[in-house]
Antibody, heavy 120, light 113 residues
Framework: EVQLVESGGGLVKPGGSLRLSCAASGFSFINAWMSWVRQAPGKGLEWVGRIKSKTDGGTTDYVAPVKGRFTISRDDSKNTVYLQMNSLKTEDTAVYYC???????????WGQGTLVTVSS | NFMLTQPHSVSESPGKTVTISCTRSSGSIARNYVQWYQQRPGSFPTTVIYEDDQRPSGVPDRFSGSIDSSSLSASLTISGLKTEDEADYYCQSYDSSNHRDVVFGGGTKLTVL
């Protein structure tokens, strides 16, 4: 059974940093592309970014509002993907979901999400 | 870059059929696969349609997806509506330009009353 378990969310002040983790199991993590998707309270889904498998280059891409502030990384030895968030803004407040992602954009598996609140 | 536009809300009665549209702002809708996700309150999204018209195992055949290249739109059709179908539905497609992989529509609130 595929499981994605996010952790690391919480309350942080504007300008602060937070690192989210997503522990994966039940599939071949080393070959998987992984992404983060967020959802602000009462709003729709927004793709945040993606990291390819190392076999496919391990490269990352991000949506424009988070470029230069967020970094996705992975540790294949721990079956874990991370989202490092710096210079946080109030508009980054959202539930952050970890997902698997196919090369053509489909996210078949999602975690339960972790809430990040950016507020003074 | 392109956007995906969905109606904000739709409503229909149990047993009826509803169709939710997803219109691409530029470029052919057929250029990249379209997925549809269902999100019930307080839960994470789950796939009801992937790769335009494919249903994951466990999704009833009351759910179907289609593409209309002439109208730049994809559609999700749910027949034999049940109260449990009441949820938010999001379309999603892939944008390989400008290194932005995934685009979501704004979501449609389906009310079954």
């Amino acid at each position: 059974e595929v499981q994605l378990v996010e952790s690391g969310g919480g309350l942080v002040k504007p300008g602060g940093s937070l690192r989210l983790s997503c522990a994966a199991s039940g599939f071949s993590f080393i070959n998987a592309w992984m992404s983060w998707v967020r959802q602000a309270p009462g709003k729709g889904l927004e793709w945040v970014g993606r990291i390819k498998s190392k076999t496919d280059g391990g490269t990352t891409d991000y949506v424009a509002p988070v470029k230069g502030r967020f970094t996705i990384s992975r540790d294949d030895s721990k079956n874990t993907v991370y989202l490092q968030m710096n210079s946080l803004k109030t508009e980054d407040t959202a539930v952050y979901y970890c997902t698997t992602q196919t090369p053509l954009g489909w996210s078949p598996y999602w975690g339960q999400g972790t809430l990040v609140t950016v507020s003074s | 870059n392109f956007m995906l536009t969905q109606p904000h809300s739709v409503s229909e009665s149990p047993g009826k059929t509803v169709t939710i549209s997803c219109t691409r702002s530029s470029g052919s809708i057929a250029r990249n696969y379209v997925q549809w996700y269902q999100q019930r309150p307080g839960s994470f999204p789950t796939t009801v349609i992937y790769e335009d018209d494919q249903r994951p195992s466990g999704v009833p055949d009351r759910f179907s997806g289609s593409i209309d290249s002439s109208s730049l739109s994809a559609s999700l059709t749910i027949s034999g509506l049940k109260t449990e179908d009441e949820a938010d539905y999001y379309c999603q497609s892939y944008d390989s330009s400008n290194h932005r992989d995934v685009v979501f529509g704004g979501g449609t609130k389906l009310t079954v009353l």
